[in-house]
């Protein structure tokens, strides 16, 4: 499986941006997507992840970031408006066959792509 993000960048607080992953290698359509980032020092945290009944979204970030996925489930999708210098961080896409597997420790990572606010 490889998961490709891109979308990131600088951008001054208040702005938005889009993050995609494109997702391709696997067989099994029965997988879970979400993303996970890492904040300069700090531990990898979960921001939002997607099932078939909707959605979960970290505290931090309700409200503000949405999760999405196409019909084909080859991209998954997060848009993040107002952000803040709190939401710089690296962010990485993931997937995982097993649905509570992919809320902690997925087993497919993307390489990252790196939101600086400021």
């Known amino acids: 499986v490889q998961l490709v993000e891109s979308g990131g960048g600088s951008v001054q607080a208040g702005g938005s941006l889009r993050l995609s992953c494109a997702i391709s290698?696997?067989?099994?359509?029965?997988?879970?997507l979400a993303w996970f980032r890492q904040p300069p020092g700090k531990e990898r945290e979960g921001v939002a992840r997607i099932y078939s009944g909707g959605q979960v979204y970290a505290d931090s970030v309700k409200g503000r970031f949405t999760i999405s996925q196409d019909d084909a489930k080859n991209t998954v999708y997060l848009q993040m408006d107002s952000l803040n210098p709190e939401d710089t961080a690296m962010y990485y896409c993931a997937s995982d066959a097993d649905c509570n597997d992919i809320a902690t420790n997925p087993i497919d990572w993307g390489q990252g792509t790196q939101v600086t606010v400021s």
């Open positions: 290698g696997r067989s099994n359509e029965d997988y879970f």
